[in-house]
């Protein structure tokens, strides 16, 4: 699929809020006053900016109100409400921490579930989709917590944990590539699928449907040559996993060390959820003939 820098920031950057917004809630840090603001500042930051990012790719933003009346068959809905619900109730349990030295444990946990519910949903609206075989895993899911909770732990502070979660992110990513590479073709989707002529016999492709391009082309259909991927696959593996790991677990903690690592982890969360989308084969593309 064509990856859009809109959806592109809004997953990382919505994802490192959410994951640190867990992280608050759960108590595994427990700031207050001056400290606990700056945190909050920042989580709220990220999952807001992140959100907002996403309506920049609708055709008409004022189409985001609409996606909260269809909760019932759409996770982009309940993304929606969740976000809303989790940032309700970590917002209720922030002003305790930051003006009342108070931890309000049942809303700081119902926020954090809160939260990584709203990543879940997130991961869902791409896992969900049978046409996108390469996102239609457990896989998808389990790489968008792993990110957030990974990015969230460093964000928190806790060297140790984030350093943990990044090596499971690695192996969650290699997994993830080396799995979805195979899953378009084990689909059983082929040209006499996707145009309904299985039963003429051995279809294939003569012309083109048509001379120009269209929507489906433009959104659907991104073709990125195999050398382009490797290079991007390494590049998002050392920089979102392995580096990271590497420096938390490896050497002192510190607040330079800290920036630098965010700033590593970044380059590598989006690059790989750049190529996250870029590799998605959606089997529209077979009617096209752009897939094999």
Not at 14 to 29: H, Q
Not at 78 to 104: C, K, M, P, Q, T
Not at 123 to 139: D, K, V
Not at 243 to 268: D, K, M, Q, S
Request: glycine letters at 10%.
């Amino acid at each position: 699929m064509h990856p859009a820098p809109s959806v592109i920031i809004f997953t990382v950057l919505s994802g490192l809020g959410f994951g640190l917004l867990t992280w608050l809630g759960l108590g595994v840090i427990a700031p207050t006053g001056w400290v606990a603001f700056a945190f909050y500042v920042i989580a709220y930051g990220l999952a807001v900016v992140g959100l907002l990012a996403s309506t920049f790719h609708l055709g008409n933003p004022k189409n985001a109100l609409l996606a909260f009346s269809q909760w019932r068959t759409s996770w982009l809905s309940r993304e929606a409400w969740l976000s809303l619900a989790a940032l309700a109730v970590i917002g209720l349990y922030a002003v305790g921490s930051i003006f009342f030295d108070n931890h309000i444990k049942i809303l700081g946990i119902l926020g954090a579930i809160l939260s990584l519910a709203t990543v879940f949903a997130t991961s869902m609206i791409y896992a969900q989709l049978p046409t996108i075989p390469r996102w239609n895993h457990w896989s998808t899911t389990a790489l968008f917590i792993l990110f957030s909770l990974s990015g969230g732990a460093l964000l928190a502070g806790q060297s140790r944990l984030a350093g943990a979660l990044f090596l499971a992110l690695t192996i969650a990513l290699v997994f993830t590539w080396k799995s979805g590479d195979t899953r378009f073709a084990r689909s059983g989707s082929n040209m006499s699928t996707a145009t309904g002529l299985g039963t003429a016999g051995q279809i294939r492709m003569v012309e083109s449907p048509h001379t120009g391009t269209n929507y489906l082309l433009r959104e659907m259909v991104h073709v990125v040559g195999r050398k382009h991927i490797d290079k991007l696959r390494v590049i998002s593996l050392l920089c979102a996993g392995v580096i990271p790991a590497i420096l938390l677990l490896a050497t002192p903690a510190g607040h330079i060390l800290a920036l630098t690592v965010v700033a590593i982890h970044l380059l590598g969360a989006f690059t790989a959820r750049w190529l996250f989308f870029a590799e998605a084969e959606h089997v529209v593309g077979l009617y096209y003939g752009k897939r094999s």
